[in-house]
DNA sequence: ACTCAAATTTAAAACGTTTGCAATTTCGCA
DNA sequence: TGCGAAATTGCAAACGTTTTAAATTTGAGT
């Protein structure tokens, strides 16, 4: 016995009200009778009135939804981020009574592509993008159309102005090098991936800025760089990192699953962490506490970040204001085993 | 200079045809001159028209969208479950077209009234359900509505036929025994939850499914339950389980978060496993690659699962089949080292 | 050139809501 | 009792699409 789902027609005449008056009680206007209020609110919440979505989004422009485009992700990439991210928007959107839709590119088409269907359709009032790259299309088609959005994540050359948050991976970099160098390490390693990701340059950035900083010619800084997806590669290039006549006795990663290679590698090599060497990484997953002897790492809280950024994009969508939305997050400093003092003596 | 969305009507009328014969046209229908179809079809991907989705839910009834109520979960919950199985679901969902509405619970609002205005509000064409409790008024609900739905888990007494994918725990548990009493293992611990979710009930019972299949009277079952999330609990039965007068030689825990918590507690007990004591987990979550020894456990795979859920949904949307669509999966051991022989004496 | 069927196109209704404007009711006050 | 203003309610259009039923055009056969 499926349940016929009711309409306001319906509702109206059950009432002997016009379908006018109805939708207007509802809506809670003053011109409307209190207790013709009342009555209509008690009906409805009687026969499980719900409006329809779709007549609403259709007469009002508005849908009432948040788009996230899927970021593409390889076959067997197991992370907590997307599902941290969509927790958190979906938290900082239900107070506000939005949901969430989440598009996903089918194989071989763009996000850009996915972006602009959710965009044209009108499934969505706003959008949100993550993971930010050099150059990027999409923020550049949602600026020519109009469209309110927040990007997680900034653009390199801010010569326009956006909505956005992002994590001050810079600040944290430079958070480490100040720590490692008040350690006693004076050569440091980088270990990064050579996508044009925007959050690479910021954090590396943040780095060489702390060095200058300190103003110590003798700090040396060796990087290792491979693709993203590339586990090989990545490990070959760590290993030239570790084997070479002199190693440095500090490496930061750009993020916890490159650490987390690198204290697998640093194992296999002999070196004990952190006696031989310090690890730092960034992003504070999950077995970066259970990897042995524990990784210390900053946490940029992301699904307190997806909250803020769903309301800086309702604040958008309601309220268009002329200045744009920033907000930068400072991560903070998960202290484990994986750092401690230079080694005295290297071989 | 927002660029306008264009509409039906303008795109007719800048082909000089009606708006029927270019709906006509764009939906491909045979009755339209092939000539005129390509034309529209140059012409709406010049002018980059999109239908509107609200229009077109409105009238057709459909609205291409799949429901997910987002579990409510703590709020320092990480785990990579959500994640892995919304990306399943788009992927299974972009062939066919659709997309993914995520519905979150506010504060004191339960997942049944969430799931009912998106079914009621007609946002969604089927929903998919997770997490399915001993008594699940969701299932109740979705039923009494006829509405489609795929659940991903199990009901325990199935006195009612409805659609289901789920993984086969129960097989799982079985394995792992059988497997542990070759290894020479007598002694066994359970280590569970206390809420009452029907997966708990078929992996307990798959476990002792095996051990009366064995038809051993000198296997031994000690059980340690605590509630889920109550780490302080857990601890304290698992305490208890470890440091009783005799205490077992193989743990199996309902999934891996408790593994981990076994093998930090057995670590801090002074025990070495596996050689005191063997461990096995289910989920295969990220950091049970990284926990040492490195944990054995079991995958689901969630991500192909979710991915047949999307497809079985789309299925049931589409073809309404009289028969309900069910689909049992059977998770794959992951051996790593926290498994070994039953040690020959006891403390 | 004429007929009739086939091919092609179109007008108009419908989906369920919101909203501008107009109509109706109520009520205080003369 | 009658008047007018204020309070309350309702009519009808609009949102952009799909679809039914009907109208128009085309073309083959005579």
Chains 1, 2 share one sequence.
């Not at 027609?9 to 209020?37: F, N, P, Y």
């Not at 690479?200 to 103003?215: F, K, N, S, V, Y």
Request: charged fraction near 20%; aromatic fraction near 6%; include cysteine.
């Amino acid at each position: 016995m499926p349940a016929r789902v009711i309409t306001l027609k319906e509702l109206a005449a059950s009432l002997d009200l016009s379908i006018t008056t109805v939708s207007r009680a509802l809506a809670g206007h003053q011109q409307i009778a209190l207790k013709t209020r009342e009555r209509v609110a008690q009906a409805a919440r009687q026969a499980g009135y719900v409006p329809n979505t779709a007549a609403r989004t259709l007469v009002s422009g508005r849908s009432g939804f948040v788009g996230l485009v899927l970021p593409i992700r390889g076959p067997n990439l197991v992370d907590s981020f997307l599902g941290e991210f969509v927790t958190g928007l979906g938290e900082g959107l239900v107070s506000h009574g939005a949901d969430l839709i989440l598009a996903t590119a089918a194989e071989g088409q763009s996000e850009l592509s996915v972006l602009r269907h959710v965009v044209e359709s009108g499934r969505a009032d706003g959008v949100v993008v993550t993971r930010i790259a050099e150059v990027d299309e999409r923020l550049a088609y949602l600026r020519q159309r109009g469209f309110p959005f927040v990007a997680h994540g900034r653009l390199l050359d801010s010569d326009f102005a956006y909505n956005w948050l992002d994590t001050d991976g810079a600040h944290a970099f430079g958070e480490a090098f100040d720590m490692l160098y008040d350690l006693g390490h004076r050569h440091f390693g980088l270990v990064t991936i050579s996508e044009p990701m925007t959050f690479r340059h910021l954090r590396q950035d943040g780095l060489a800025a702390a060095i200058a900083r300190r103003g110590d010619p003798s700090v040396r800084l060796d990087v290792a760089t491979a693709p993203r997806f590339d586990r090989g590669a990545r490990i070959q290039a760590l290993n030239k990192m570790l084997h070479g006549p002199e190693r440095p006795t500090a490496i930061v990663a750009l993020f916890d699953e490159l650490a987390l290679t690198v204290m697998e590698e640093a194992a296999r090599a002999g070196l004990t962490v952190p006696r031989d060497l310090s690890v730092i990484g960034f992003d504070n997953v999950v077995a970066s506490a259970y990897a042995p002897p524990g990784l210390t790492t900053f946490d940029a809280s992301i699904r307190q970040c997806a909250r803020e950024i769903a309301d800086m994009l309702l604040t958008i969508i309601a309220d268009r204001p002329a200045e744009p939305l920033t907000r930068l997050i400072r991560p903070t400093l998960v202290p484990r085993a994986s750092h401690g003092p230079a080694p005295l003596t290297r071989s």
